[in-house]
């Protein structure tokens, strides 16, 4: 049953009818096949680290033989919510950005919840450049059995000093021309997930030009040349396929047809890809921070502290006011920004997507360190999931431009201008 359009609705379209039985929809989901699992999901995750000397080049598709995980993307297939992204005729949805916003909210509220529903990053990124750039034979060869769930793919563009990190003009992997074809020479890391995948989006130089001088080539793992030097070791424990892979390549012979899009066109595909994506992970984010809050309240109402519940201290309470003030304004952030990309302006979108990403990501990391502070040594021990969730949440900060990046880049588009703050 369709559920009554609350009053004010046509004020807030994400608050529609429609919009509302998706999220109980994804939420139903979450609880009843995520969450309750997040146990044997982690116990099996961390059991295949032991394991990846004997993975195949990423041809395990995107379950990486977790059997847990494989048995609930199938629950996710059969229920109508693979790919939800994706349109119709790849199997998903064809959800708009305030879909996106609902759906993968709910979806954050689990660090698995996105796998299962197969639109975890970097595929759920990848997918789409690939859709909106990616000619027919592209399509065909790489988005079909990425949207199936057969193979995984990595987005590689930072590289170690010197060369590019939050500053693409450092971009020193070269694809240099080599008769029809391109020669592909470089280093890159932190390439989510490239030790497994089957594709990698590599970004290289074809020219010394500062904007139009990088491309965007689809490189097969398997191809010669191609070398995984190393996944790096980080604050985090290894998770699904979130894996910072080292790659060298050497010499890889490349096609015309293996470019993705125009030549030169790299940077500008990249931040047609890299706007939204910083959307999804807020949305992500701040699904996770709603219910590191709900576990607090439930403790913060029974855990009994100088003759009262912490509940009664005004400190926890400021603790517990400036999350949920934070998950308030970081859902509205979200959702503006989703309309101003749904609406085609993407140069205010731009702008308004750094102050989200920079925003939420701080607002994260804040809520889950007062979810520690809140619990106490119970909070810091592995009994819960905060300390873990936290290191996986310190690089929100760093990931998809690092909060200093953004925060100049919001300074520069006001003082040109372009921001109005008042609207």
């Known amino acids: 049953m369709t559920p009554p359009t609350p009053r004010g609705a046509e004020r807030r379209p994400w608050r529609t009818p429609a919009l509302q039985a998706l999220q109980a929809e994804v939420r139903a989901f979450v609880d009843s096949e995520v969450i309750p699992h997040e146990a044997q999901l982690r116990r099996e995750d961390l059991a295949s680290e032991a394991r990846a000397a004997d993975v195949a080049l990423g041809r395990n598709g995107a379950d990486h033989g ?246 009664s201290h005004q400190l926890v309470q400021q603790m517990l006011a400036s999350a949920a003030t934070a998950l308030h304004a970081g859902n509205l952030m979200t959702l503006d920004c989703a309309l101003q990309l749904e609406g085609g302006d993407e140069r205010g979108a731009r702008a308004a997507s750094s102050m989200t990403k920079t925003f939420v990501a701080r607002a994260l990391c804040q809520i889950l360190d007062d979810a520690i502070q809140m619990h106490g040594s119970l909070g810091y021990s592995d009994d819960l999931p905060f300390a873990r969730w936290s290191r996986f949440a310190r690089a929100a900060r760093i990931a998809d431009g690092p909060d200093e990046v953004h925060v100049a880049t919001v300074a520069r588009d006001l003082l040109a201008g372009r921001i109005e703050t008042l609207r």
């Open 66 to 311: 977790l059997p847990t995980l494989a048995r609930i993307q199938r629950a996710a297939r059969d229920a109508g919510l693979w790919t939800p992204h994706l349109p119709a005729a790849w199997g998903g949805r064809g959800l708009d950005g305030l879909g996106m916003c609902i759906a993968f909210r709910e979806m954050g509220r689990s660090p698995y919840g996105a796998a299962a529903f197969h639109c975890d990053a970097p595929d759920q990124g990848n997918m789409d450049l690939l859709l909106r750039r990616g000619d027919p034979e592209q399509r065909d060869r790489w988005l079909r059995p990425l949207a199936e769930g057969a193979i995984t793919s990595a987005f590689c563009m930072t590289e170690p000093a010197p060369g590019a990190g939050a500053d693409p003009r450092n971009l020193r992997t070269a694809a240099s021309r080599d008769g029809d074809g391109y020669r592909l020479d470089g280093h890159k890391w932190y390439a989510t997930g490239g030790g497994r995948a089957s594709l990698l989006l590599v970004m290289a130089r074809t020219s010394d030009d500062p904007v139009r001088g990088a491309s965007i080539f689809l490189v097969p793992r398997d191809r010669d040349g191609v070398e995984h030097v190393r996944d790096v070791t980080t604050m985090a424990e290894p998770m699904l396929s979130h894996r910072e892979a080292e790659l060298r390549f050497h010499g890889v012979r490349l096609d015309a047809a293996d470019r993705l899009g125009l030549e030169g066109e790299g940077f500008a595909l990249a931040q047609t890809r890299l706007v939204p994506a910083r959307l999804t992970h807020c949305m992500r984010w701040l699904g996770l921070g709603a219910r590191a809050l709900a576990l607090c309240h439930d403790h913060v109402l029974t855990r009994q502290s100088f003759g009262q519940p912490l509940a």
